[in-house]
C-alpha cells in the first residue's frame, strides 16, 4: 500500500504543479508536453484526479486511526 500512496503523492504534486502553472502563467505543461493528443490529456487528468481521491482517502484514515 506505501508504493501506492507514494505513486499518487507524486501524481498529485505533478497536477498541483500544473494548476499552478495554469493559474500563474496561463501554461499548461501536460498540453505542452503532450501536444495534440487530447485522449492522452484526458488519461493524465483522470490519473491526477484519482490519485487525488487516494490521497483523500489516506488524510482521513489518518483522523480515524488516532
Known sequence: MAT???????????????????????FNLV??????????????YAIVGICGLINIGIYFMDFVEK
Open 31 to 44: 498540453e505542452t508536453v503532450f501536444k495534440d493528443l487530447d485522449m492522452l490529456h484526458r488519461i493524465i
Open 4 to 26: 501506492l500512496q507514494k505513486i499518487a503523492l507524486i501524481f498529485t504534486i505533478i497536477g498541483a504543479l500544473n494548476w499552478g502553472l495554469i493559474g500563474i502563467f496561463d
